[in-house]
């Protein structure tokens, strides 16, 4: 939808709309950012939230629950990072309602929120386990299982990546066939299918790779 294509150095550049989704969800989850910061800095501090600021409470205390949980009481610092990586993958997996590209239907877009994950859970294991704890987890609970547990460490964001990169893009192949099938009658069966395909499975999607990476990265640490 948004494609950019343009020459440099005598070489077509092409630029998917895909990553250009990307900035427009960043760019437009960092315009409501600062709404809700003006709207916090003007609150009346002896009453009650109330609308917009309400459903912010309600929303951080239930991922600041959700990291209590799932990483340990130790762990609520951790909350921003998920509630932003939630707020990403949640505002790109609806962007299709709007008539977008989902940015998660582009493999590099979620191997690179993998590889954040990854990156992560290594330098949390090595600064909470030193260098000789973490390279001794490796070695158990048996040493020969050592190239298994190599693997399994490598595989942890090809399949968190692959998890949400075919859920969506399926999601996307499915519904452009329909268009293309029903044509002019297919705003009448589309409702539904969007509904399965969009909210409810961006909705899943977001909550199976926020709570992977808070059991991959909290696995590092003491609750």
């Known amino acids: 939808m948004f494609e950019i294509t343009f020459n440099l150095l005598n070489r077509e550049i092409i630029i998917p709309d895909t990553i250009v989704n990307v900035y427009i969800v960043v760019f437009a989850l960092l315009i409501f950012a600062m709404a809700v910061n003006r709207k916090i ?3 009346d501090l002896s009453k009650p939230p109330s609308g917009l600021l309400n459903v912010m409470e309600i929303l951080v205390e239930t991922v600041e629950n ?5 990483m340990g009481e130790k762990q609520v610092w951790f909350s921003p990072y998920i509630f932003t990586l939630m707020a990403f993958l949640l505002v790109a997996n609806l962007s ?7 940015p998660t239907s582009d493999y590099s877009v979620t191997l690179t929120l993998a590889l954040v994950t990854f990156t992560l859970t290594q330098f949390f294991g090595i600064k909470n386990n030193g260098i000789d704890g973490y390279i001794k987890g490796f070695f158990q609970p048996l040493p020969f299982l050592l190239p298994l547990n190599i693997l399994g460490e490598l595989a942890n964001p090809i399949s968190l990546s692959f998890r949400l990169f075919g ?7 499915i519904m452009s066939l329909i268009y293309n099938a029903l044509g002019l009658v297919a705003p009448l069966v589309t409702p539904v299918l969007h509904a399965y395909f969009d909210v409810f499975s961006g909705l899943l999607q977001t909550f199976i790779f926020a709570m992977l990476t808070m059991i991959f990265i909290g696995g590092n640490f003491d609750n």
């Open 66 to 70: 959700l990291v209590k949980q799932t």
């Open 167 to 173: 859920n969506i893009l399926s999601g996307v192949i």
């Open 41 to 43: 800095r003007k609150a």
């Open 96 to 102: 299709g309602l709007l008539g977008f590209t989902p």
